[in-house]
């Protein structure tokens, strides 16, 4: 079949415009247009990324020791303390020489992984602005950048004005600020609940890379549809939805307020502090082990299994279709495939499956420029998670659920440049597309 035109620019390939960081005026004029609004953004200035390793369980309940301390206000980036892999621990710039003490003085190898975390964030935020402007100018959503919300969502648009007879959007529902949760559906039957694979991504605010993957491969799907043999025989079989931004509200707040923002935006009651950890908040082993009933904390579960109307919409409309055979959660960052269970150690009956297919699509993953890829099951080489994502789906029937960790393993962590998007979306793709394949045979 003929495939529609594009008759607007993008490239999947290569960023639309090149970032000169001496078109420094451009930035300081539209910076100060964007910034003059904000005055209650969060900075980061001085602050650092500490690399910890530890060597034996006394290391252990020192590290866990110090990251607990209230009054240092430390921040886990990757998992808690653990055997075997370095814990990356977010430390205040007024925390520094305390946390430098306790490390020396207790004997705990450390390095620093990040030097000035605001440095990189001004580097972003110089960058979207930058690109805001090119992209009003020509009118282009360039693949290669960070978007807001709004832009995201004016480019799902976009792509079913391309190829409308492929794909729509669906409203499954709004954010507790009352955002869309906006759908991309890809389909070539009519009427019937054909088996289908979701696509979720941007559960967690702060992990940009994620929603930033989900467009470029909404538009890939699109655009190898009658080209790609896979994609092509996959989509004559199943539907395919994406979900680019399943936490709206907590992504607009990382653009707005603070870059590290994680959880919902939702009101807790009786608490100061706000928001929920959606990946917790789900009806799978709800409130177990790995979750936290404080609502202070970052992986809050919430008062009571899918409060968050951002994870309530999702499983609504999952149960209600009734024939997704495939979930996929994407996350940044560490580089890891992962498939249930997180809140257990005990193999999910079709472990073995699920193993091979991960160890399948992190070898696809790596052959484009060797980034390499963990493997396994979310409580065996993270850490324990109840009430997550892909608990849920599986233990719903959904036999294919994976939670991908995007790039990169510490060195920009939640803040990895534009420039790596699409050398970050085209290797997952390679992924992807394992995945699907074994899906698309075994359904
Ligand atoms: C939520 O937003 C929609 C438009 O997207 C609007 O029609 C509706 O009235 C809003 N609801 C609330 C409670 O603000
Ligand atoms: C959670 O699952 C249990 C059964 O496992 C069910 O009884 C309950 O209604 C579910 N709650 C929600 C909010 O879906
Ligand atoms: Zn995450």
Not at 84 to 107: A, M, N, R, W, Y
Not at 259 to 278: A, E, F, H, M, Y
Not at 283 to 306: K, L, R, T
Not at 325 to 349: E, N, R, W
Request: net charge negative.
């Amino acid at each position: 079949m003929s495939l529609p035109q594009t008759p607007y620019k993008y490239s999947l390939t290569q960023p639309l415009y090149d970032w000169h960081p001496w078109n420094m005026k451009w930035i300081l004029f539209f910076g100060a247009l964007i910034g003059s609004g904000i005055c209650d953004r969060e900075t980061f200035s001085g602050h650092q990324v500490f690399r910890i390793n530890v060597r034996n369980g006394d290391e252990i309940s020192k590290l866990n020791r110090l990251v607990n301390s209230d009054n240092l206000k430390l921040n886990l980036w990757k998992s808690p303390p653990a055997l075997g892999h370095p814990t990356d621990v977010l430390v205040p710039s007024v925390s520094l020489q305390e946390v430098k003490s306790f490390l020396e003085d207790h004997d705990l190898e450390y390095s620093v992984a990040v030097e000035d975390l605001q440095t990189i964030l001004d580097a972003e935020k110089q960058e979207m602005q930058h690109n805001v402007h090119q992209e009003l100018s020509s009118n282009c959503f360039n693949y290669g950048a960070y978007h807001t919300l709004e832009a995201i969502h004016k480019e799902m648009d976009n792509i079913v004005k391309y190829y409308p007879r492929l794909v729509s959007t669906v409203t499954i529902g709004h954010s507790f600020e009352n955002r869309s949760m906006y759908v991309l559906k890809f389909s070539t039957g009519e009427g019937r609940q054909r088996p289908a694979l979701w696509l979720n991504a941007g559960i967690h605010a702060r992990e940009w890379v994620s929603p930033a993957t989900a467009i470029w491969t909404a538009r890939k799907i699109a655009c190898d549809y009658g080209k790609d043999a896979i994609i092509t025989s996959t989509l004559k079989k199943m539907d395919i939805f994406v979900l680019p931004v399943a936490n709206p509200d907590g992504y607009v707040y990382t653009h707005t307020h603070n870059r590290l923002w994680r959880k919902t935006r939702s009101v807790n009651p009786g608490s100061t502090c706000i928001g929920t950890d959606p990946n917790r908040n789900w009806n799978s082993s709800f409130g177990g082990v790995g979750s936290i009933a404080d609502p202070c904390s970052e992986v809050y579960h919430g008062p009571y299994p899918h409060s968050e109307v951002e994870v309530k919409s999702v499983a609504d409309f999952i149960k209600k279709h009734g024939n997704f055979k495939c979930f996929i959660d994407l996350h940044s960052f560490s580089q890891m495939v992962l498939y249930p269970y997180g809140y257990t150690a005990t193999k999910a009956q079709d472990a073995d499956e699920l193993d091979m297919v991960a160890r399948n699509t992190a070898k696809a993953l790596a052959m484009l420029s060797g980034t390499q890829y963990r493997v396994g099951s979310i409580f065996s080489i993270t850490y324990a998670a109840s009430g997550s994502t892909v608990d849920w789906a599986y233990d719903n029937g959904i036999k294919y659920a994976f939670s991908f960790e995007l790039r990169d393993t510490g060195d920009y962590g939640f803040a990895l440049p534009a420039s790596q998007i699409i050398p970050t979306a085209q290797e997952t793709w390679l992924g992807l597309k394992t995945i699907i394949e074994h899906v698309r045979d075994n359904i």
